[in-house]
């Protein structure tokens, strides 16, 4: 019985052992010769693309079988067409990998029109930075945010959708700016652009995609950072005022949670579909990417600011995210201006 017993342990071990390999080398097999999407709801040229297009080129030999990699961007209602898209249209089984603006799994909560996605059921792979928002104007038009309680300041933006629209809305709100909002810019980039010709004075977006499209506006002051979103001062900007240091004592929390998403502002996630074995694979070779000193020395080189998050970090905020009391998401609603009361 004993020898019978110790044969069964041995078979079970040995079929183990060999089980591990032969899972591993499905997941090869699988990604072998084939392509990956990687889509973001930005235009090229920001941001996003730039976060995006470097990760792609630093994790793609890293992943196993060695799959070829593109970054498809597909802008419009501030990144909300490409998370709808992922989520329901794209090929699912692991070859279609997205980078949703760090605001959506905060919409389907508050502002869940249009939207057809659910951000708590995305397997997620990580998170590569955490990038304060910044409500930058023209020095010559506003060097203070109080400035723009005094007299409108023309600020251009994306959709009602995107963080280029929401923290200028929250600064009107809470703390009597007199933003003009002018909607329908595709990207930071052209946003800047609009700027630059005199179509518009100020933009949001994150701090990151001004030393992206124009260092040279940040070296010589051409633009003032009015605000800036986020639940910690960066360093670059620790002289400007959080928004939610501004507002009244009973707005702190609302403001608060509006800011909070941009602690994963470049999370990367697959939508449901993707195996659990594809999901720790992808999760590997982003760590060690993050990790990777090649990748770093690129970033640095771009300017590209990193706080990563591993998948399962993602996973928990988010979760966390979605307890949100009620009472609290519907005065978030409000005051972006998403409801009518």
């Known amino acids: 019985m004993r020898r019978l017993l110790s044969l069964t342990a041995a078979a079970a071990l040995s079929a183990t052992a060999l089980s591990l390999p032969a899972h591993a080398d499905a997941v090869s097999d699988f990604y072998d010769g084939n392509t990956i999407r990687f889509h973001i709801g930005a235009a090229p040229g920001g941001g996003y693309d730039l976060y995006s297009r470097t990760l792609v080129q630093h994790i793609a030999p890293k992943l196993p079988g060695k799959p070829t990699v593109v970054v498809v961007n597909m802008p ?17 089984g692991g070859t279609s990998l997205l980078m949703p603006f760090w605001t959506h799994p905060l919409f389907q909560l508050i502002r869940p029109r249009g939207i057809k996605f659910d951000m708590s059921k995305m397997g997620w792979v990580g998170n590569m930075a955490e990038l304060n928002s910044a409500v930058t104007a023209l020095t010559k038009v506003a060097s203070s945010w109080k400035d723009a309680t005094k007299k409108e300041v023309i600020v251009a933006a994306s959709g009602k959708g995107s963080e280029t629209y929401i923290y200028p809305t929250l600064m009107n709100s809470l703390l009597g700016t007199k933003f003009k909002l002018v909607l329908g810019y595709r990207g930071t980039r052209n946003m800047t652009l609009a700027m630059e010709k005199g179509e518009a004075q100020a933009r949001g977006g994150s701090w990151q995609s001004w030393n992206t499209i124009r260092p040279e506006w940040i070296a010589d002051k051409t633009i003032t950072v009015l605000a800036q979103a986020g639940l910690k001062r960066i360093e670059a900007l620790k ?17 608060k949670l509006i800011s909070a998403p ?34 770093l020395a690129d970033a640095k080189k771009r300017k590209m600011d990193l706080a ?10 988010i979760e966390e995210l ?15 201006r998403y409801t009518k009361k």
Request: zero cysteines.
């Open 76 to 92: 419009g209602s501030g990144g909300i067409k490409a998370s709808n898209y992922v989520y329901n249209a794209a090929p699912k």
């Open 239 to 255: 002289d400007v005022p959080l928004i939610h240091e501004l507002v009244k004592p009973e707005d702190v929390e609302v403001a």
């Open 322 to 336: 979605m307890k949100t009391p009620k009472a609290i998401l519907k005065r978030a609603a409000v005051v972006l």
């Open 308 to 317: 990563p998050l591993s998948g399962a970090q993602v996973q928990a905020n």
């Open 262 to 295: 941009v602690t994963m502002a470049r999370m990367i996630g697959f939508p449901p579909g993707v195996s659990k074995a594809q999901l720790a694979a992808f999760r590997k070779a982003f760590d060690a990417t993050m990790k990777d000193p090649k990748f």
